[in-house]
């Protein structure tokens, strides 16, 4: 049992990666029978989503901050960062980001945990196309360089661009291709990518292996799917070696099984169990 804060802004209006987060918690606490609060001290253990301006107030009311939970939402650049002194453990969504906040913010307490990820209500599901491009803070110059790949072996696509799609528009995607190609930067955790893999579409992902957002004094080493087995497709970062890697993809097309993987790592049960388990360290 314990205390969900957030910003009730962020459960408003068009979909967005915080209100995904929110959503998918509080339908995985759900499913596991877990009780919890939101935005109010019912039980012993606190949990905020995010650290911005307005829950620092909110952070300095409540009474129980030993076991706090901290994230993933906030940015360690930020002036506010320096008022969390008091915590459990923050919050990393992935490897990479515990990495950055021990590396560079001297974070000793951090806990590792990505939401659950649930598989798209896709009602029918039409092939009319190979494949879906998944383009997101990503040169047109990487996206020419795929389609033109594509169209030599004469594979047909659709294409979705971050920011510029609805749910409805992902989802009729999903449900009308086999495959998926992922040309992404750096993702904390790469929800909407971790969905297409539990709609059971292999994916080919061009990678980025470096997060340099801040400069290179600030730069580590990252992913565009920092949760990945190589059962759920091929991942490279060498442009030279996507040719023949896309091949060698495309030949063992039947045999990739994403959806066991999200099942295994990603699922309501073996997330919140980290969360459980946490809190219980308290008890």
């Given at each position: ?168 528009n992902f989802r009729q995607a999903l449900a009308s291709v086999k495959f998926c190609v992922i040309i992404d930067n750096t993702e904390s955790q790469g929800i909407a990518i971790e969905e297409m893999m539990a709609a059971g579409k292999p994916l080919f992902v061009w990678d980025t292996p470096v997060w340099d957002h801040m400069g ?68």
């Amino acid at each position: 049992m314990f205390n969900i804060f957030y910003r009730t802004s962020h459960i408003q209006g068009r979909m967005s990666g915080p209100m995904k987060v929110i959503q998918s918690l509080c339908q995985s606490l759900d499913d596991c029978g877990v009780k919890y609060a939101t935005n109010e001290e019912v039980y012993k253990h606190n949990f905020f989503l995010h650290w911005d301006p307005y829950h620092v107030e909110v952070y300095k009311n409540i009474k129980n901050k030993e076991s706090l939970l901290v994230g993933p939402q906030m940015w360690p650049f930020a002036p506010e960062f320096k008022e969390l002194t008091e915590y459990g453990k923050l919050v990393a969504p992935s490897w990479w980001v515990e990495n950055k906040l021990k590396k560079y913010f001297g974070v000793t307490k951090c806990l590792v945990w990505p939401v659950a990820i649930y598989k798209p209500d896709i009602q029918h599901s039409v092939i009319e196309n190979d494949c879906l491009i998944y383009h997101k803070n990503r040169s047109q110059e990487d996206l020419d360089y795929v389609k033109e790949l594509l169209d030599r072996r004469r594979l047909t696509y659709t294409q979705l661009q971050y920011g510029s799609y609805t749910q409805d528009n992902f989802r009729q995607a999903l449900a009308s291709v086999k495959f998926c190609v992922i040309i992404d930067n750096t993702e904390s955790q790469g929800i909407a990518i971790e969905e297409m893999m539990a709609a059971g579409k292999p994916l080919f992902v061009w990678d980025t292996p470096v997060w340099d957002h801040m400069g290179q004094e600030y730069a580590v080493p990252a992913s565009s799917v920092p949760y990945w087995s190589y059962e759920c497709g091929e991942r490279l970062v060498d442009k030279d070696s996507l040719d023949l890697a896309l091949d060698h993809f495309l030949g063992r097309l039947t045999t990739y099984t994403p959806r066991a993987y999200v099942d295994r790592e990603l699922s309501p049960e073996a997330t919140v169990k980290i969360l459980t388990d946490h809190f219980s360290e308290y008890e």
